[in-house]
């Protein structure tokens, strides 16, 4: 079983702010992360190789500072890590991004083939999840997003199942290897790597790839050229005007604090206070 | 089979980066283990780089390492409540190449410090906690980290685990820690357009000013405060003897809030970001308070080992030059061939001895005691400095004659006669003795 995990460096997002004359995001001192989504993607494919043996390679496209996310994979239990680096990809929307990701990982397959490449749903700071499909339709692989489990694997007879969460319930699918499979969050937890592998992460050192090393010719097809998608704006929601009130609960008494929380709904909405004695009558 | 290194660095501090550093450099095969996420992740420092400590260990560190600002101006500053009588001292001499102080920035200088320690070729894996040392007997052999599998041999093991020295107290190689041996610090980083800070203090580009501060702002606490310039942000912060903390009710945050609220503060960071803010244990014992430095198979370095100056404000060159020895002993007993046992180890002692970092700290030896018993030094003689700064300066018709007995006749009811040349020679003491 030969897995790649898709992952990207992101700013973490819980810290970022838009500054509020230019607009624009500030990522000044904002700490750089690993996507979690990512994590349940490489998690996810740990285990099916702690079950079936093989290779897991994590693959990333971004700037030099991006190698230190691959040595945390690293540390993880990722056995392989390739860095996408090139001046050429800067400023690549998605189409742009699976294109050089597609590319690179049909490089990676002329080493050894792959069965499955994983990806988290989405990422933090784009949220499109459209690189994972992206890169399944470009390498005609078969596409699982929003996985939620894996059930089975079979690399003998190229099938896998997982279970997918939909609208209004599971679903359980199953089709044919090699797949590619968008990972939903909460499914696993990531593990504490052992000893072994942060030795081995400290001593596995990151492939750096160019536009050309990565298979693609054509720098057009790549970065700003290649990339469709505009941003026209971008601006910081308005900070709400009104408070969320914090009532205080005295001596454990719930049926006061209903009574409480009640005359304070009716005083704010007194139209729904009018309703509701016109109703009981 | 566990892994096993000539040398096991436990820490990337100034101390750990040192020694590492050095090992690495003169080809030993060095790990060095940091909990912490990166590099210097859980470094706390105020912070001020000599120069003379860092260029002792990587001659050409101007050319590439992240500095804020030379230092040119450094003031002294004694606060009362609403007031401070102080000192300056500014000097061309220091705008000379090569410069002899820099502020830093920990989060940025570390992470270059340990790029440097990587490429010299020593292996540093972070996110590894090193929970205990590996004993034969009562020869360390190793550590154990939190990893499943974490025992790793080596031949030396030098600590250089910070303030909490948890290490060497695990091991028992030391007593716990004092309370009054320890001061606690708080600091915040406040962002500042650079044009703003340079017109504030009146500096150009590159140049830095350093406040330190006592008095008041401890609030009777053994400790003092400290403000630095750094590119484009101010650091201040504030640190007591945890001891006195534990007997105040006043917390460490409100200090720092109390001092940034000061008239002769507020003016400085008026419309800044705050961006950061740390608290850190700092070893002030002095001299007294450093423990057994070195025992079979292992040495001490850094705050670890109590290498503060607290008087001088001196703590990262200290804990550079004791991680740079340590490596040299290890070097040299390598070079040699001889076993890393506590009689061949004892070279390090005397080297520390022979070097600032003991001479210092032996010279300032009585100063921690004098000063914890002494609380008007902090509290009564501010305010007495005060006081008579601000009668000797106010005109108002009252003839000077007066006004130095009113000054004196003040000095003389807060202390009385024997208690001012008591103190005079307490200080004198503490500073002056060895």
């Known amino acids: 079983m030969h897995s790649v995990v898709c992952i990207k460096q992101v700013p973490d997002s819980a810290q970022i702010r838009v500054h509020p004359v230019t607009n624009t995001i500030m990522r000044q001192g904002v700490p750089a992360i690993v996507n979690p989504y990512d994590l349940f993607a490489l998690e996810e494919a740990l285990r099916l190789k702690d079950q079936l043996g093989g290779t897991v390679t994590v693959l990333s496209m971004g700037p030099p500072m991006a190698e230190a996310a691959l040595r945390k994979c690293l540390a993880f239990g990722a056995d392989d890590a390739i860095l996408v680096s090139d001046r050429a990809f800067a400023g690549s929307d998605t189409l742009a991004t699976s294109f050089a990701l597609a590319a690179t990982i049909r490089k990676i397959q002329e080493n050894m083939p792959v069965d499955l490449i994983f990806t988290g749903k989405q990422t933090i700071d784009g949220d499109t999840a459209q690189v994972g499909p992206g890169i399944a339709k470009r390498l005609d692989f078969q596409l699982l997003t929003y996985a939620s489990k894996i059930v089975a694997v079979s690399p003998a007879e190229k099938r896998i199942t997982v279970e997918r969460r939909a609208e209004g319930g599971v679903q359980v699918l199953e089709t044919r290897l090699p797949c590619l499979i968008t990972m939903l969050e909460g499914t696993n937890e990531m593990r504490f790597g052992d000893m072994a592998d942060l030795f081995r992460a400290a001593r596995t050192p990151v492939k750096v790839w160019d536009r050309e090393a990565a298979g693609i010719d054509d720098p057009g097809s790549v970065g700003l050229k290649g990339s469709p998608t505009v941003v026209s704006k971008v601006f910081a929601p308005k900070p709400r005007a009104k408070r969320a009130e914090i009532v205080e609960t005295a001596d454990n008494d719930p049926a006061g604090l209903a009574v409480t929380l009640l005359a304070k709904v009716f005083t704010q909405h007194p139209k729904l206070d009018r309703e509701l004695t016109k109703t009981v009558g | ?434």
């Open chain 2, 1 to 434: 089979m566990a892994e096993k290194f000539d040398v096991i660095v436990v820490g990337a501090g100034m101390a750990g980066n040192a020694a590492a550093y050095t090992c690495a450099k003169a080809g030993l095969s060095v790990l060095q283990l940091e909990r912490g996420e990166t590099p210097g992740s859980k470094n706390v420092q105020g912070a001020i780089l000599y120069a003379d400590a860092i260029e002792k260990i990587i001659p050409d560190f101007r050319d590439d390492a992240p500095l804020e600002r030379h230092l040119i101006e450094q003031r002294v500053w004694i606060l009362d409540d609403d007031s401070c009588v102080g000192s300056t001292y500014r000097s061309e001499e220091f705008n000379r190449r090569p410069y002899n102080r820099y502020t830093i920035i920990r989060a940025h200088f570390d992470q270059w410090f340990s790029k440097k320690v990587q490429h010299a070729g020593a292996m540093v894996i972070c996110e590894a906690t090193v929970e205990e040392l590996l004993l034969d007997g009562k020869r360390v052999i190793g550590v154990r980290t939190d990893r499943k599998g974490g025992e790793i041999h080596a031949d030396c093991v030098i600590l250089a685990d910070g303030a909490n020295s948890v290490l060497a107290r695990k091991a028992g190689f030391r007593p716990e820690l004092d309370p009054k041996d320890m001061a606690l610090a708080v600091k915040e980083i406040h962002f500042l357009p650079q044009e703003t800070i340079e017109s504030r203090f009146s500096i150009g580009e590159d140049e830095g000013v350093v406040i330190e501060m006592a008095g008041k702002v401890t609030a009777g606490m053994m400790g003092t405060a400290f403000l630095y310039t750094n590119k484009e942000s101010i650091t201040l912060g504030v640190g007591c003897m945890l001891s006195d903390f534990k007997r105040q009710t006043v917390t460490p945050y409100e200090l720092l809030d109390r001092m940034k609220r000061h008239p002769a503060i507020a003016p400085l960071i008026e419309g800044s970001d705050m961006k950061e803010y740390a608290a850190h244990l700092i070893p002030e014992g002095g001299y007294d308070a450093v423990p057994q430095v070195y025992g079979d198979g292992w040495l001490i370095a850094g705050d670890a080992g109590q290498f503060v100056n607290g008087l001088h404000r001196e703590g990262s060159n200290l804990a550079m030059t004791t991680g740079m020895l340590a490596a040299q002993t290890v070097i040299e007993l390598k070079a040699a061939g001889k076993a890393c046992t506590a009689p061949n180890l004892s070279a390090y002692k005397a080297k520390l001895d022979d070097s600032f970092v003991m001479k210092d700290l032996k010279k300032y030896r009585r100063a921690p005691a004098i000063f914890h018993k002494n609380p008007q030094f902090f509290t009564t003689y501010p305010e007495l400095l005060s006081k008579a700064a601000q009668t000797l300066i106010r005109v108002d018709g009252v003839d000077k004659r007066t006004k130095e007995r009113q000054i004196r006749q003040t000095f003389v009811a807060r202390r009385s006669w024997w208690g001012l040349i008591s103190d005079a020679f307490k200080f004198w003491r503490a500073v002056e003795s060895k």
